[in-house]
């Protein structure tokens, strides 16, 4: 799990770095997906792809939404997940 965390903030750092305020509608969605795929396997007891005797559910893909935020209108995918009646998603 924490490789990819690791990724994924990289390259919503990078694109900090690259595009700075200009692009902050995007950068605030990446994070926001970030954030939301940690809290995610969290809840699951397991990170993308893996496989735990005490997993609670699997992901089960995206939907996009769209949220106004002071930087803009942006579309994040909103991760869903299935298997288990007290879903955070």
């Avoid at 305020?21 to 396997?41: C, K, Q």
């Avoid at 699951?44 to 997993?55: D, F, I, K, N, Q």
């Avoid at 893909?61 to 002071?70: F, Q």
């Avoid at 909103?78 to 879903?87: F, I």
Wanted: charged share 30%; glycine share 12%.
């Amino acid at each position: 799990m924490g490789r990819q965390k690791d990724t994924g903030l990289e390259a919503i750092l990078e694109q900090l770095i690259e595009h700075g305020a200009d692009d902050m509608a995007n950068i605030f969605a990446r994070a926001f997906e970030l954030a939301m795929r940690i809290e995610r396997e969290r809840f699951l007891g397991a990170g993308h792809y893996e496989r735990t005797a005490g997993r609670r559910g699997y992901a089960n893909g995206t939907k996009p939404k769209r949220i106004d935020t002071p930087a803009g209108t942006v579309t994040v995918q909103v991760l869903k997940s299935a298997g288990h009646e007290n879903e955070p998603f």
